[in-house]
Every structure is written in structure tokens, then in C-alpha cells.
């Protein structure tokens, strides 16, 4: 269901790369970049797609989705 607004996400190379060696530093960023990044939930998608959706053009992080935390996040495909 969609429930509303999307940031899309486009990674660079390597943040693409580095799984989640870095996810702090990229978190930052992107809450730097677009401040509307800083929603809860939006945190876990963003470090499921950094470790299970590196190939994918953009990262759809969705502010409306519920926070069940990264394990439930994970399980969802990044989609709670």
C-alpha cells in the first residue's frame, strides 16, 4: 500500500560498496542533503538497502512506514 511521500535515494559508488561499513557517516549525509531524511523508520531502510539493495538505481526510503526496527525491516525487504 502506498501511503504517501518517497525519498529517493541515489548512492554513490561507494556507498554502494561498502555494505555497512560506514553508516554513520552516510546517515549524516543524507540527513545534511534533505532533512526530511530524520522521520523514524527511515534509518533502518536506508541500512537495509545499503546491505541488501546496493544494485538497485535508487533507494525508495518511505517516511509513512511503520518502525519495527532493522531485523523487521530487513525481513520486509526494506518495505515494512
Known amino acids: ?46 541500512l537495509c538497502h545499503m546491505v541488501g539493495a546496493q544494485e538497485k538505481p535508487t533507494w525508495n526510503l518511505e517516511p509513512w512506514r511503520p518502525q519495527v526496527g532493522l531485523a523487521q525491516t530487513m525481513l520486509a525487504f526494506c518495505n515494512p
Do not use: E, F
Open 1 to 46: 500500500q502506498d501511503g504517501g511521500n518517497s525519498l529517493a535515494v541515489r548512492p554513490s559508488d561507494c556507498v554502494r560498496t561498502s555494505g555497512l561499513a560506514m553508516p554513520d557517516a552516510v546517515w549524516n549525509a543524507l540527513v545534511a542533503a534533505d532533512s526530511s531524511a530524520n522521520a523514524p523508520g527511515m534509518r533502518d531502510q536506508l
